[in-house]
């Protein structure tokens, strides 16, 4: 069974730092890309980074670029998500993604439609 557990989660006040995990099972993770993604209320699901194991490439919209690492623990499969000066506007429940049983020997994508599988989320609060 696929599973990806989202956690790391918490209250950060503007400017500060994060790091979320996602820690996936049931499947192989080489060949299928994990993705994180945002809801903030009242707001669409938006694409934030997302990293293929296979080949090492990852990506970041352009909103978190130079502030959000992602990075990946394959002995523990888990993909973090590292989180800095962090803004106001950006508290939002945090999801990470896979696509399965499909695989992606490249890259990876940060559109909603590639990914089938979800975790459940992790909440992310802003507040001074």
């Known amino acids: 069974q696929v599973q990806l557990v989202e956690s790391g989660g918490g209250l950060v006040q503007p400017g500060g730092s994060l790091r979320l995990s996602c820690t996936s099972s049931g499947f192989a993770p080489d060949y299928h890309p994990i993705g994180w993604f945002r809801q903030a209320p009242g707001k669409e699901r938006e694409g934030v980074s997302c990293i293929n194991n296979n080949d090492g490439t990852s990506y970041y919209a352009d909103s978190v670029e130079g502030r959000f690492t992602i990075s990946r623990d394959n002995n523990k499969n888990t993909v973090y998500l590292q989180i800095d000066r962090l803004k106001l506007e950006e508290p939002a429940v945090y999801y990470c993604?896979?696509?399965?049983?499909?695989?992606?020997?490249?890259?990876?994508?940060?559109?909603?439609?590639?990914?089938?599988?979800w975790g459940q989320g992790t909440q992310v609060t802003v507040s001074s």
């Open positions: 993604a896979t696509d399965w049983p499909a695989t992606t020997i490249q890259g990876c994508a940060l559109e909603e439609s590639e990914y089938n599988q």
